[in-house]
Structures are given as structure tokens and as C-alpha cells.
């Protein structure tokens, strides 16, 4: 079975952007890069929001062609370009690089999905991810926390009715200072 996997990245104080949704604060190196690149590529596709999915597709499909690129970018952008893509949204009517669009959540057809066979679902989106774990439909949080204090801007994660119980599986430390918490949901 699939898992549903959210992968972030937080300040130490809780936010994933600042104010005006700047991410320029995140310290993505090419270590770190890559080991993104080494969790995503073998899984089976991207659920995403509108707003994430559009802010990736400004960028990632031509990326491998910018000669200022690094090596883990490029690699990247293959990445991306090739792997499916499920955007939720009630505007969009069309959505391209082997995306599909769907009006809502429905926690029947996610769960089908996640029967199917293949690598896990890397979900992405604040607002799409507050929805699926009010539907108890995410199984891992890999929250990768950078060593700054944002001060405000959006929180992750937010006001919950009853506690999630989760499990710590890993954390690791970058050069950078980055640490990565993956917690399993504790069913």
C-alpha cells in the first residue's frame, strides 16, 4: 500500500513561508538538493494544491535547460516533468507536464489511489495538506526544519480538533543545519 508522504520545509518557529509567501530563507544546497532528489524520484506521483502546483510549474520544466543550473536542479526538473501529477482544484480547468486536475478531496477515491500499485504520493500544499489530515489521510510527515526564525508568516500546520499521534522513524542532520524529522502516523 502507499503511503501519503507531506514534505516541508519549516523555519525553527513554525512558518513554511514568510510574510508575503517568501521562501527566499530556505537553505537548499546541493547536499540537501539531492537528497530531495533521492526520497521523490522513486515515488509515484505529486498531490498538489494550485498554488504549489502552479509556483513548481513557472519553474521546474525548463529548468534543466538553465546553464546556472546545478547538477541536483537538473536532475530535478526531470523529475518533476516526468513523474504524474494529481492537482486538486476548484478553478483549473487544464493542467499541464502529465498533470490531472480534480475538483475535490474525496477520501475514497485517495484511498483507492493509495492502493494502487507503485511508490508513495508526495503531497504538497499548506491548505491541500490542513484538508487531508482532517481526513486522517496522511501516513508520514517529513518536516525538514531550517535554522532561522522567520518571526511570521503561515504556519504549516494548523488548529486541530483532537492530537495526531506520530512516531519519529528518522532524523538527520545537513551540513547546511537543516534537520529532517520524518514522523510515521501512529494508527
Known amino acids: 500500500m502507499r503511503k501519503i508522504v507531506v514534505q516541508m ?110 511508490g508513495d504520493l508526495a503531497l504538497g500544499g499548506a491548505d491541500l495538506a490542513a484538508t487531508f489530515a482532517r481526513h486522517d489521510l496522511i501516513d508520514e510527515y517529513r518536516i525538514y526544519v531550517h535554522p532561522v526564525l522567520v518571526g511570521r508568516g503561515r504556519r504549516l500546520f494548523p488548529d486541530a480538533e483532537t492530537p495526531t499521534n506520530l512516531r519519529l522513524v528518522e532524523s538527520r542532520v545537513f551540513g547546511n543545519g537543516v534537520v529532517l524529522l520524518r514522523h510515521e502516523r501512529v494508527r
Do not use: C
Not at 546541493?30 to 513548481?56: K, Y
Not at 492537482?87 to 484511498?111: F, G, I, K, P
Open 9 to 118: 520545509s519549516l523555519s525553527l518557529d513554525g512558518f513554511f513561508e514568510g510574510p508575503g509567501g517568501d521562501i527566499g530563507w530556505h537553505q537548499v544546497d546541493e547536499e540537501l538538493h539531492q537528497h530531495f532528489n533521492d526520497v521523490i524520484a522513486p515515488m509515484g506521483g505529486f498531490l498538489s494544491g494550485r498554488v504549489s502546483h502552479e509556483l513548481m510549474a513557472a519553474y521546474w520544466p525548463t529548468a534543466d535547460q538553465d546553464p546556472t543550473a546545478s547538477g541536483p536542479e537538473r536532475e530535478f526538473a526531470r523529475i518533476w516533468r516526468d513523474m504524474p501529477k494529481i492537482v486538486y482544484s476548484r478553478t483549473l480547468d487544464h493542467a499541464d507536464w502529465n498533470a490531472t486536475v480534480v475538483r475535490e478531496v474525496d477520501v475514497e477515491q485517495v484511498r483507492r489511489l493509495t492502493a494502487e500499485p507503485g
